[in-house]
């Protein structure tokens, strides 16, 4: 009974790390950038989903896709405005401009929505679905399928479609890629449009499950950037696989060990790899890494 | 001009320099935004004005009340200057984000006391930076009055620090000794891992265990968690028969939804970050019967008078701990008219002997500087915040 319910919550927590980690592991992949903004980015569709379906009064669902579409308008847009300006300068440039969007997108949402915290109205709260001895909502379901599903269509965008060998090819080495005539721009840009669309969806899946608010964005981000170190860096799957054991090791961590320490669980992870193994699960060999 | 600027001995580009412009922009007008709803004072003549420090939660996990605290006390401010000010000087605010984070708390103290030259302070605050900028308050020997903060351990933060809240340590005794009356005696406690929830929960453990009752199990949590399955999957396996919880507005929502979707159901007892509509809104009739302290409303005629003030003002009913702000700056004015002065060492010196009717009642300080003023115990009936039996 207790160990089923705690695997459950790990994979609910896993799912929603890795809505997040793919765009993030997919964006560092191709500029080594932390993209600090992108748990806004997720809260920014939430938000879009909440206009939409509480505001002018359509099914959620339609909320999701224009979410998608805004979440991957937002994206191109910070890439145009505060990463392409800073492309050639110091790896830290851009870093510290994802910080600067980060909280300027916080402070415009609160400044709209102001900081009270926001719910979709989904309906009365009920006591979920019991089955092989856990728990399980209707939600938190959807959030697994959803991410499952978005994960599968990532790994069919990334292995077989032109542009998909693109991004790999530039993740790769991209002054290579740029010499045998690949657009490295527009391969930055697909994939920022990308990531953020993924984000925002998994903005408006987290918002359901959690409600909305400015901050909402921060701790899942910073987390599923644990899981692409952890996971490797670059690496789609290893995204994934970072996330699901990020959540399951802090939800069973906090069985354990006193529940004050479960951020600490992912953290404690995280250095542990950057000490012992850099390059994560799945990561690449070092030379495959420099540009 | 853009051609000026450099960065590593290179030019920076036309769309660089537009898109730091952009940035500026926007900054520019978030700021302004801020200015309409009142939270940075107005200039004025220099010598015709006195400045007060403010220390607001305006970012982070707890920015709802930086909104419903900042509109009060700037109400106050308001006031104030319309009927001359006080000892005919104008009321100016110089406010500091503190983002309810301790550490920030000692950054806004510090540029407050040390860059600015506060001599007068006012945390409208949460427990964990009115608490960490205290001291920085008592060394410079500037005058620090708690608007909100609850966090026991502030009683003894020093000479210069008051308070007009009452204690937690008084709000946590009153909730274990309803639990207990309620003939609860396996309570689980989970709480907020910062100084808020710490101190109320701490004193509530001892209370409760005290009386003869006993704290199953304790679970923190952290202030911006919103996975808390695991917790309650532990508080479920112990069987408690209540749930005694303190955090914020959030948290409660988040909470209260898990337990229930866990399968999870005894009687919920919390504190009075829990008066706020939200919570309701968003759980619906899973919130009915959940009883709580919280800070009894005076219903003194200036009570009535502030509630009526703040509806012509701002359209609404006053929000969170907006009482409470309200009447800080009502209170370092008395004190201040007391005592003739601005001067922090004299003006401290009045406070503890002052006696000041106001909207939450009567502030009287005790030698700590510290307040009563009762609590009182509330349910949620019918989608309604009310008096509890």
């Known amino acids: 009974m207790v160990w089923e319910q705690l695997v459950v919550n790990g994979i609910i927590a896993g799912s929603e790390y890795a809505l997040l980690a793919i765009g993030l592991t997919l964006i560092f992949g191709i500029l080594r950038l932390i993209h600090f903004a992108h748990g806004e980015v997720a809260m920014v569709g939430a938000y879009t989903a909440f206009v939409v379906s509480a505001i002018f009064g359509l099914p959620l669902i ?134 953020s669309a993924l984000a925002a969806a998994g903005g408006v899946l987290i918002a359901m499950e959690t409600n909305l608010e400015p901050m909402m964005g921060l701790m899942p981000n910073i987390k599923a950037f644990a899981a692409v170190i952890v996971g490797g860096v670059g690496s789609v799957p290893g995204a994934i696989l970072g996330s699901y054991f990020i959540g399951l090791a802090e939800n069973i961590g906090i069985w354990y060990l006193p529940s004050g320490y479960k951020d600490a669980i992912a953290f404690f992870i995280l250095v542990v790899f950057l000490l012992f193994r850099p390059r994560g699960i799945l990561g690449k060999k070092k030379e495959g890494m420099q540009q | 001009m853009y051609q000026l600027l450099t960065w590593r001995g290179k030019k920076v580009g036309k769309t660089a320099f537009l898109g730091i412009i952009a940035i500026i922009a926007i900054a520019v007008v978030a700021f302004t935004g801020f200015n309409q709803t009142g939270l940075f004072g107005l200039g004025a003549e220099e010598e015709e004005t006195v400045k007060i420090g403010v220390m607001l939660p305006l970012t982070g996990d707890a920015a709802i009340y930086g909104e419903s605290v900042g509109t009060a006390i700037q109400l106050a401010r308001e006031r104030i200057n319309e009927s001359g000010g006080i000892l005919g000087k104008r009321v100016e605010f110089v406010v500091e984000d503190s983002a309810c984070d301790a550490k920030a708390g000692v950054k806004a103290i510090n540029s407050l006391v040390h860059l600015k030259g506060m001599k007068l302070v006012i945390a409208a605050e949460c427990s964990g930076p009115a608490l960490s900028a205290a001291p920085v308050a008592e060394e410079a020997k500037v005058l620090y009055l708690v608007a909100i903060a609850s966090n026991p351990d502030i009683k003894y933060a020093g000479d210069y620090v008051f308070r007009i809240a009452p204690s937690d340590n008084q709000q946590g005794k009153d909730i274990a000794k309803t639990i207990y009356k309620e003939g609860f005696r396996k309570a689980a406690s989970m709480f907020m891992d910062n100084a808020y929830g710490e101190g109320i929960a701490g004193v509530f453990a001892k209370e409760f265990e005290a009386l003869g009752g006993n704290v199953v199990i304790t679970q923190r949590f952290n202030q911006n968690d919103n996975d808390f399955r695991t917790q309650l999957l532990k508080v479920k396996e112990v069987n408690p028969d209540s749930l005694f919880i303190v955090g914020y507005p959030q948290s409660y929502q988040l909470v209260i939804k898990q337990m229930h979707e866990l399968g999870l159901d005894v009687q919920i007892f919390s504190a009075d970050t829990f008066k706020d509509e939200t919570i309701i809104q968003a759980v619906g009739d899973k919130a009915e019967g959940i009883i709580f302290s919280t800070y009894a409303e005076s219903g003194t005629p200036e009570f009535e008078r502030f509630k009526q003030a703040y509806r012509e003002r701002h359209g609404k009913e006053y929000g969170p701990y907006g009482d409470y702000a309200f009447d800080s700056l009502y209170v370092l004015k008395a004190g201040i008219e007391q005592a003739n002065s601005f001067d922090p060492e004299v003006l401290k010196e009045s406070l503890y002997d002052l006696e000041y009717q106001g909207v939450t009642g009567l502030t009287k300080f005790d030698e700590y500087g510290e307040v009563y003023k009762p609590y009182a115990i509330m349910t949620v009936r019918n989608g309604s915040f009310v008096q509890y039996k």
Do not use: C
């Not at chain 1, 339609?62 to 979440?71: D, E, M, Y």
């Not at chain 1, 991957?72 to 145009?80: E, K, S, T």
């Not at chain 1, 929505?113 to 001895?133: C, D, H, Q, R």
């Open chain 1, 62 to 195: 339609v909320g999701f896709f224009v979410a998608i579409a805004v979440g991957a308008a937002l994206g191109l847009v910070i890439n145009r405005f505060a990463f392409k300006p800073l492309r050639k300068q110091h790896i830290l440039m851009p870093l510290i401009a994802a910080i600067a969007v980060s909280i300027i997108l916080q402070n415009v949402i609160a400044l709209f929505f102001g900081n009270e915290i926001k719910t979709y109205s989904l309906g009365p709260v009920e006591k979920g679905i019991e089955m092989f001895g856990f728990i399980i909502t209707k939600t938190q379901i959807l959030i697994i399928f959803v991410a499952l599903a978005l994960m599968l269509l990532t790994w069919v965008l990334i292995k077989k479609t032109k542009i998909g060998k693109q991004i790999r090819a530039v993740a790769d080495n991209r002054h290579l890629a740029e010499s045998v005539g690949i657009n490295s721009e527009k391969v930055i840009t697909v994939t920022f449009a990308y990531g």
